[in-house]
C-alpha cells in the first residue's frame, strides 16, 4: 500500500540526506521521483545536505497545487513513481491535504521531511498537517545532540550564540552561523532554560560562578 511518511527531527539531523539516499536507492532501480523543495539553503530548486550531497528540485510555491501538478506532469506522459517533499514544515496545511491525496488517488508513496517545531517549540502548521495525516511518523535514527550530550529535541534560534524569541516564525539558516542569526539544537531541559552552547560556556566562565578562594 503506498504511504504518507513524515520523517521528523530537529535541524541538523540528517532529514535531507536520508530523502537523498531514498532517492539514490530508487532511482537506481529505474524508478523516477517527484522531487519537492520549499526554501532550502543552498537556493531555489535545490535539495541539499550538508553531507556535501545535493539534487534538483521542484520549488514550491505559496498556493502551488501539488496534487494538480501530479496529475499535469503524468498526463503529460511523464514519470513519477514516487514523491519527495524535502522542507516539509513550510508547506502550507492545504498542500499537506494535496499530498495525502497523491498516495491516495494516484497510488504513489510520499515521503515527507521536516522539522516538527519551530524555534519557540511551537508546530509548525504543514508539520502539525503532517502529524494528523502521515500513515507513519519517523523519528530518525542518528540523533543530533545537545551541548550536555543529551538527545537534542528541540530547536533554538540564536544571534551571536544566545537564544532568541522573539521574531518571525520562518528565517531560512543554518546552525554554527557564528555571530549571525542562526540556529542550535539543544535538549529541552536547556531550551526551556534558554541555554545555548555560549551562554553555558560564558556562565563557566563567569567569576560568579568560580570557586572561591579561601585564602
Ligand atoms: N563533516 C561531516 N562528517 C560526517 N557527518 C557530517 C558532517 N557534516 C554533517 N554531517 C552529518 O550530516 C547531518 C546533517 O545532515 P542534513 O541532511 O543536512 O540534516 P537535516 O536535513 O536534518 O538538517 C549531521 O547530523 C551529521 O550526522
Ligand atoms: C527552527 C526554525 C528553523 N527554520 C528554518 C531554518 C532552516 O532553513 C530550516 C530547517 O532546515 P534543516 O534542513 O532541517 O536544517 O528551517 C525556520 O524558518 N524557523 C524556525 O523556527
Not at 535545490?46 to 501538478?69: M, N, P
Amino acid at each position: 500500500m503506498p504511504e504518507l511518511v513524515f520523517f521528523s527531527g530537529t535541524m541538523d539531523c540528517g532529514k535531507s540526506t536520508l530523502a537523498l539516499q531514498i532517492e539514490h536507492n530508487r532511482s537506481a532501480r529505474g524508478l523516477t521521483g517527484m522531487i519537492f523543495t520549499r526554501d532550502d539553503r543552498a537556493g531555489e530548486g535545490k535539495l541539499s545536505s550538508r553531507l556535501g550531497l545535493v539534487t534538483d528540485a521542484v520549488e514550491v510555491e505559496d498556493g502551488q497545487d501539488l496534487y494538480a501538478y501530479l496529475v499535469d506532469h503524468l498526463s503529460q506522459g511523464r514519470r513519477a513513481d514516487y514523491v519527495i517533499a524535502d522542507e516539509a514544515q513550510f508547506l502550507a496545511p492545504e498542500q499537506i491535504d494535496q499530498l495525502a491525496r497523491v498516495v491516495d488517488d494516484l497510488a504513489l508513496d510520499v515521503f515527507a521531511f521536516g522539522i516538527t517545531t519551530d524555534f519557540r517549540s511551537k508546530l509548525f502548521p504543514g508539520s502539525q498537517r503532517l502529524v494528523e495525516l502521515a500513515d507513519r511518523v519517523e523519528v530518525l535514527q542518528v540523533e543530533a545532540l545537545c551541548w550536555c550530550g543529551a538527545r537534542a529535541t528541540h530547536n533554538a534560534r540564536t544571534i551571536g550564540g544566545a537564544m532568541v524569541v522573539e521574531g518571525a516564525q520562518v528565517v531560512v539558516g543554518d546552525v554554527d552561523q557564528g555571530d549571525d542569526i542562526g540556529y542550535e539544537v539543544l535538549c529541552r531541559r536547556h531550551h526551556s532554560r534558554r541555554m545555548t552552547a555560549a551562554t553555558a560556556h560564558a556562565a563557566a566562565l563567569s567569576p560568579d560562578v568560580l570557586p572561591v578562594s579561601s585564602s
